[in-house]
């Protein structure tokens, strides 16, 4: 157990709809990652938010946005969903100052299913 | 840009049958080399951390080494909980995302 917690495990929705993920670190880190997991394309980068502020962008779409509160938890929106948005989303947290090398400690994942 | 890939893709082994993986990476400044092991249906589990050219660490079954263009996954006398993708991530001195590889799908039969 990583001390990372995510919430849904499992999500299922239809095209076109508006979903929220969730995502706790573990106590004590500062940043926070998403990262999306295609069966064709593997672990992806999104975004980063470090003490509340978005810190870097990946690969990630207009239609996805995300914020961290001042509890550190962090929610990624997802809306207008398409077939393609079928992944696994990954949260993984991280403790030391920005810019520091830091290892990443990822949560269990939600598994979000669009029809 | 920089980019991470790992050979082989997959990799079938008999139980006790030693090997390694390999990931070779391109970054313009390396911070450090990351692996992670992730079961299916799961998120990745942290293995070690690499920082510089020469350095080894160990764990049980694992050893990782790294050189100024690759990373090699060593699994000695590998058992069949093994089994799983090893991901190799390399994060750059310039920022701090982590590129991650394409994985290499272990398997370890009894």
């Known amino acids: 157990d990583s001390g990372v917690t995510q919430t849904p495990k499992h999500l299922i929705t239809a095209t076109g709809q508006r979903v929220t993920l969730r995502c706790s670190p573990r106590?004590?880190?500062?940043?926070v990652y998403w990262y999306q997991q295609s069966l064709d394309q593997g672990l992806q980068f999104l975004i980063q938010y470090y003490n509340g502020e978005e810190r870097a962008k990946g690969n990630i779409l207009e239609r996805f946005s995300a914020q961290q509160f001042p509890d550190l938890h962090s929610e990624l929106n997802l809306s207008s969903l398409e077939l393609g948005d079928s992944a696994l989303y990954f949260c993984?947290?991280?403790?030391?100052?920005?810019?520091?090398?830091?290892?990443?400690?990822f949560g269990p994942g939600t598994r979000l299913t669009v029809l | 840009e920089d980019q991470v890939t790992q050979s082989p893709e997959a990799l079938r082994l008999q139980e006790g049958e030693s090997s390694s993986l390999n990931c070779s990476y391109t970054?313009?400044?390396?911070?450090?080399l990351f692996w992670y092991r992730q079961d299916p249906g799961k998120g990745p589990e942290f293995l070690f951390t690499l920082y510089s050219a020469g350095e080894e660490k160990e764990k049980e079954r694992l050893k990782a080494t790294l050189t100024k263009k690759e990373s090699f996954l060593h699994i000695t006398a590998p058992k069949p909980e093994d089994s799983a993708t090893y991901l190799c991530?390399?994060?750059?001195?310039?920022?701090?995302?982590?590129?991650f590889g394409p994985g290499t799908r272990l398997s370890v039969l009894p």
């Open positions: 970054v313009s400044g390396l911070r450090g």
């Open positions: 991530a390399v994060q750059a001195i310039r920022g701090q995302n982590f590129v």
């Open positions: 993984a947290s991280s403790r030391k100052r920005e810019y520091n090398i830091d290892t990443q400690y």
């Open positions: 106590s004590g880190d500062l940043s």
